[in-house]
């Protein structure tokens, strides 16, 4: 079966109202201050500050800006990290946990300022975000966790019993959920199209299909060859996340590109959107596979992510998987239409939590983990801070050691397969378990 008798369109929604497009060409600068590899949210927010600091600096991409994870996302602000408290403490400490997890409140509510005060029209609200719980039992430890969450950072968050779930989400599916009021969704690829818009007023130069090819140091900083010539540059800033290719070797070793897939269904009736999504809230759900949904930013159709298993092509199956999943959460959708359905890369590491780190002269500002709308733009900028010598506006608690490689991992993540299927099996002995 083919992609397209599953789904209208296989390229993102988000392309409807912003269609991603190459910046027209401009020549290529032999010498330069910062060289930029990536422009997607972490390479322009970088770029941005260096600009508006009086740098010479030019970011290269090897597609069109923003054709990767920046305008695939599901545009929610979660600016969370995958471990929870409990891992991160065992792994690196309880200082470096309270660290990050205040990071995540600063990081956040920078964003939602940046986006005030430099008018970035990418149509953002500040809805909550609810999660939903499995079992009764799994309904309890999160309710403890949100009230923790609540005391240790002052963030309104709370827990939602199965009778009241329903106010929040169209689903007797969970058995209740928490909710965090931090958390709200935008267009990513209006987003991203903004500050596109302000990075380059700001003297920034991109290039569009113009990969890099090789960083090699070279007297006093760095040649950098592309595709459109060579540049000498005194610094370098490697921001390519879940697109990362054999010009940054050493950070290829260590991400490992995973397929994400999104659906979007056709317009609904404005009553049944009421019923699905009462508040308007972006959803998640706690299961290693689990989905997540929000509305689309104009109210009229539900969106729905996963992960996506296939590794080449374009095949139906994983559209078929979420479209079950939209139907196994909301049966009134049963015959309702996909519009779209596309896949984006994320990038997972071994201690999955984002970074900016140093190798060789190189600065490196990425590992994500599908949670970029938040961590891309903040980390972006700490690292263009760092080139500066600016410690104050620098600091960050992922500023530490690279992530571990990846055993065996050279670019062709032929393990992913087995992991998905371990997750999924993790997923149904939670289902098993779980107290429902």
């Known amino acids: 079966m083919q992609q397209k008798k599953v789904a209208d369109k296989n390229t993102p929604y988000w392309w409807e109202a912003a269609p991603v497009r190459p910046v027209p060409p401009q020549p290529v600068s032999r010498t330069l201050d ?11 927010s970088a770029g941005l500050v260096l ?54 409140k600063i990081a956040r509510e920078f964003l939602y300022d ?32 949100a009230e923790t969450l609540a005391k240790r950072l002052g963030i309104e968050s709370y827990a939602v019993p199965r009778a009241e779930q329903r106010d929040y989400v169209g689903t007797d599916f969970y058995r209740g959920g928490t909710v965090r009021m931090d958390i709200g969704g935008l267009h990513p690829s209006k987003f991203h199209a903004e500050l596109l818009r302000i990075a380059l007023a700001s003297g920034l130069t991109v290039h569009s299909h113009t990969p890099v090819t090789a960083i090699t140091p070279e007297g ?47 317009e609904l009736a404005p009553e049944l959107m009421a019923k699905l999504m009462p508040k308007g809230m972006m959803i998640t759900e706690n299961r290693q596979l689990g989905f997540y949904y929000r509305p689309s930013p104009d109210g009229t159709r539900m969106l729905l992510g996963g992960r996506d298993s296939s590794r080449v092509g374009d095949p139906a199956e994983p559209t078929i998987r979420l479209r079950n999943g939209l139907v196994e959460l909301f049966p009134e959708l049963e015959k309702v239409r996909l519009s779209h359905s596309w896949y984006g890369n994320v990038a997972m590491h071994r201690d999955m939590m984002p970074r900016i780190f140093e190798k060789n002269g190189v600065l490196y500002a990425t590992g994500f983990c599908g ?30 050691r690279p992530p571990a490689a990846v055993p065996f991992y050279r670019g062709n993540a032929w393990f992913m397969p087995a992991f998905i299927k371990g997750y999924a099996l993790q997923d149904k002995i939670a289902w098993w378990r779980a107290k429902r």
């Open 371 to 400: 949670s970029g709308t938040v961590w891309a733009p903040w980390v972006g900028m700490r690292a263009a801070h760092k080139l500066m010598g600016h410690a104050d506006k620098a600091r960050s608690a992922f500023d530490f």
């Open 51 to 104: 600009a508006r600091e009086g740098r010479s600096v030019a970011a290269f991409d090897a597609m069109s800006p923003g054709e990767g994870g920046s305008s695939r996302n599901g545009g929610v602000t979660s600016g969370t990290v995958r471990p929870d408290y409990a891992t991160i403490t065992k792994h690196f400490g309880e200082e470096k946990a309270i660290a990050i997890e205040a990071e995540g």
């Open 114 to 145: 940046f986006l005030k005060t430099e008018g970035l029209d990418c149509d953002f609200r500040l809805t909550g975000m609810f999660k939903g719980a499995l079992g009764y039992d799994q309904y309890d430890k999160m309710a403890r966790s």
């Open 34 to 44: 910062v060289a930029i590899v990536g422009a997607g949210y972490a390479g322009l």
């Open 220 to 266: 006093n900083g760095f040649r950098v060859t592309t595709s459109a010539g060579t540049v000498q540059a005194r610094q370098v800033l490697v921001c390519t996340d879940g697109y990362t290719d054999a010009a940054a070797p050493y950070l290829r070793r260590r991400l490992v590109p995973v397929r994400a897939r999104i659906i979007t269904t056709e």
